[in-house]
């Protein structure tokens, strides 16, 4: 035979054995379909289709567990005959309605609410996998609802599956109370059962062998299983409970994730204090991100990628803590948006006492509904909230006691915007000081004093202190004491108080009612005049100079009725020392010593 006519037999015998292998993969495709048709007929009859939204039984461990695998061979059977030729989103998501049966057969009240999602798919797929290797009873010796009520009450809460410790156990609160479930401490070591029987053939026929290896190496419905069938070998091996392409998938999700985290940033960074509702609203960037990007990388990381295992649920975990925070933060970054945007009316002045009373309510609505995010989040995360909050009703006291200044503060800065003795901008006097009010805050009043020297008062202290408010003054007054001379005639006083009168009654800045000039009293070295008038301005400026004309005025008048300004004084009288008188003192002496002298008593 020549080497010709052994290379057109090579090529023959392989194109034969090439023949062979196809017409197998066929054959084994089409009693695939076969079966699968089968299982999923079965499923379908024994459902009632009469009676659609009938509930599925799970009332004995013999019907959650006919169940539980029923509804397991019905996904399997959707796998091959629709899901995995073609997949699609109305598919994938009628996949996962029916995956929700198996779900519902087990406790997950051990795991945080946030993680449930994906714990639950992972039991329940080790579980059915676990259960298709073993060697059941026969479902007539499991006990149904019917013969269950017959044996004790110790034994009726629990059954176990004979030589395991798979255990279903009756729900006793709660929505599905009455229920039996695969128990708590079943559903935590389902996937450490999978592990010690996946080396085992199959005790039951299935329609989908290796099902739980064949969802954990594939993705979403955006990510067909002949694409991941076509990676490399290397790029389909496990790497820490993953498989190599979802590793890398999962860096280039985190990489565009930390991209447009970046611009974010760089936009929340973009507001000017110029402008407060836009700085606020820049503010309000960094939080919607986080908000809105966080479901989507969820999802891709999740549902696409379909990461499994520890690595889903610790991801599906910390989407929950990051979007309830992100929550909690937008609240408190939404009250100043809200409040800006309140006082950008005309009618509010940006530093007005109405504009910080708005900021301070918009604010504390905003940590009342952080504060809520932040209750339910710790809750979804299975973390004991409540009971965290009823702790602290044991120490509410040392908490208030300790946090005394601070409400105090709090109090008294509320009891300043609700009387107003004070707005920003006003001018009084606080004490022996006195100062310009620059911002009233949630704490404390901060006052530019006239020394032009910022004093911070804590508002528990400045509601306490009386405090006089310069800036309310419709009018100003002048009262002061003038000193006249002694020699003045009382002519001349007359016609210095007539003058004094007509200066102010003719001065158009000075009120006429009340007014007076009069001579109120006889001083130590002075007659005492009094003025007493109104002069109609605010401006403490123009007051000094209106003041200051009036008194020159008043000097003038002084000058022109002939006396003058008295000074302090005192006169000295001087006098000649006579001593006592002795003749008068010798006659009383001797009245004294006289034996008539009157003796006292």
């Not at 708005?358 to 299975?382: K, P, Q, V, Y």
């Not at 008295?566 to 034996?595: K, M, N, Q």
Request: overall charge neutral; some cysteine.
């Amino acid at each position: 035979m020549t080497s010709k006519q052994r290379t057109a037999r090579s090529f023959e015998t392989r194109n034969s054995t090439r023949a062979l292998i196809r017409g197998a993969e066929h054959a084994l495709q089409r009693l695939t379909t076969c079966v699968a048709a089968v299982f999923l007929a079965g499923t379908v009859a024994a459902q009632d289709p009469s009676h659609p939204l009938k509930p599925e039984d799970r009332s004995s461990p013999r019907a959650t567990l006919r169940t539980f695998l029923e509804a397991g061979d019905a996904v399997g059977a959707f796998l091959v005959e629709e899901y995995m030729p073609s997949p699609s989103h109305a598919e994938f998501q009628e996949l996962l309605a029916m995956g929700a049966s198996l779900v519902e057969c087990l406790d997950l009240s051990g795991v945080p609410p946030a993680a449930r999602l994906k714990a639950g798919r992972a039991a329940a797929g080790a579980l059915y996998e676990t259960l298709n290797r073993l060697q059941l009873p026969p479902f007539a010796e499991i006990p149904d609802a019917q013969a269950w009520h017959q044996v004790s009450a110790t034994n009726a809460v629990r059954w176990v599956v004979p030589h395991t410790e798979i255990a279903f156990e009756r729900v006793e609160s709660g929505p599905r109370r009455g229920k039996y479930l695969f128990s708590v401490d079943t559903v935590a070591r389902a996937g450490e059962y999978y592990e010690r029987v996946k080396g085992m053939p199959y005790a039951r026929q299935v329609p989908l062998e290796h099902m739980k290896e064949i969802t954990a190496l594939g993705g979403g419905w955006m990510i067909p299983h002949t694409w991941i069938h076509a990676l490399p070998g290397w790029l389909r091996a496990p790497w820490a409970g993953q498989a190599g392409w979802k590793w890398i998938s999962l860096i280039l999700v985190m990489g565009v994730f930390a991209l447009l985290l970046r611009s974010a940033y760089r936009l929340s960074h973009r507001g000017n204090p110029q402008h407060p509702f836009l700085q606020a609203l820049a503010q309000l960037c960094l939080p919607a991100f986080f908000l809105l990007a966080t479901p989507g990388v969820a999802y891709v990381a999740l549902v696409q990628i379909n990461l499994i295992g520890n690595v889903g649920s610790a991801i599906e975990l910390l989407a929950s803590a990051v979007m309830f925070l992100a929550s909690a933060w937008i609240c408190w970054r939404v009250a100043p948006v809200i409040a800006e945007a309140i006082i950008a009316s005309p009618k509010i002045a940006p530093e007005s006492i109405d504009a910080h009373l708005i900021r301070i309510c918009t604010r504390l609505f905003g940590i009342i509904a952080g504060a809520s995010f932040l209750a339910m989040g710790a809750d979804r995360l299975g973390l004991p909230v409540y009971g965290i909050i009823a702790g602290l009703g044991v120490g509410g006291l040392a908490i208030a006691l300790a946090a005394q200044p601070t409400i105090e503060n709090l109090i008294g800065g509320l009891s300043l915007f609700a009387d107003k003795p004070v707005r920003v901008g006003d001018f009084c006097q606080y004490g022996d000081d006195k100062g310009t009010i620059e911002a009233i805050g949630i704490r404390s009043t901060r006052i530019r004093g006239v020394d032009r020297t910022l004093t911070t008062i804590p508002n528990a202290m400045l509601s306490k202190m009386p405090v006089v408010n310069l800036s309310r003054r419709d009018r100003m007054l002048i009262q002061c004491v003038i000193g006249i001379r002694y020699e003045t005639r009382p002519e001349q006083l007359r016609h210095l108080l007539g003058g004094i009168r007509e200066l102010l009654q003719g001065h158009p800045r000075v009120l006429s009612d009340p007014l007076r000039v009069r001579l109120v009293g006889f001083g130590a070295s002075s007659l005492d005049v009094e003025i007493f008038a109104y002069v109609s301005t605010r401006d403490w400026a123009e007051f000094l100079g209106l003041r200051e004309e009036l008194f020159l005025q008043i000097m003038d008048l002084v000058v022109e009725s002939g006396t003058g300004f008295a000074f302090p004084s005192r006169t000295l009288y001087f006098g000649r020392d006579e001593g006592s008188d002795a003749e008068r003192t010798e006659t009383v002496e001797a009245e004294t010593t006289s034996p008539n002298a009157r003796k006292p008593g």
